[in-house]
């Protein structure tokens, strides 16, 4: 039977979103704080947004574990793909299907699993990014 671990650790994040004035469809979002493992770093994610909807982006992870540590790769990275379901029906609703494919998963660079973040909740509101 597997048995729960005694693990402690606290994670935080400070984020900074940014849209370029010569890119107004490109979201920067870059992350400094301590990720799930304890390990410290950062994260600088970059998405385009098309006129259909459909945003495109990728990200990459980079923290204070060594190389030996992490293992093959050095670093946490990814990309994804997320489309607003109201292309594929006749109504319109706010539900996307979200697809993101990291080539290898570790420990290093884990941030926690949220359901919601207040960002994405509200950039429906921005002018600057729809």
Same mark, same amino acid.
């Given at each position: 039977?597997?048995?729960?671990?005694?693990? +402690?650790?606290?994670? !935080?994040?400070?984020?900074?979103?940014?849209?370029?004035?010569?890119?107004?469809?490109?979201?920067?979002?870059?992350?400094? !704080?301590?990720?799930? $493992? /304890?390990?410290?770093? /950062?994260?600088? @994610?970059? $998405?385009?947004?098309?006129? +259909?909807?459909?945003?495109? *982006?990728?990200?990459?992870?980079?923290?204070?574990?060594?190389? %030996? %540590?992490?293992? @093959?790769?050095?670093?946490?990275? /990814?990309?994804?793909?997320?489309?607003?379901?109201?292309?594929? +029906?006749? *109504?319109?609703? #706010? +539900?996307?299907? $979200?697809? /993101?494919? &990291? &080539?290898?998963? #570790?420990? *290093?660079?884990?941030?926690? *699993? #949220?359901? =919601?973040?207040?960002?994405?909740?509200?950039?429906?509101?921005?002018?600057? =990014?729809?």
């Amino acid at each position: 039977m597997m048995k729960f671990t005694d693990y +402690s650790v606290k994670t !935080g994040h400070l984020t900074a979103y940014w849209t370029p004035s010569f890119a107004q469809d490109v979201l920067v979002k870059a992350s400094v !704080g301590q990720y799930l $493992a /304890g390990d410290k770093g /950062g994260t600088l @994610e970059i $998405a385009k947004r098309f006129d +259909s909807g459909v945003v495109v *982006g990728g990200y990459a992870t980079i923290t204070n574990v060594s190389k %030996e %540590e992490y293992g @093959e790769g050095d670093f946490t990275k /990814g990309v994804y793909v997320s489309v607003p379901l109201d292309l594929f +029906s006749s *109504g319109p609703t #706010r +539900s996307r299907a $979200a697809i /993101g494919w &990291p &080539p290898l998963t #570790r420990d *290093g660079g884990q941030q926690l *699993g #949220r359901k =919601f973040q207040l960002y994405d909740m509200t950039s429906d509101r921005s002018v600057n =990014f729809r």
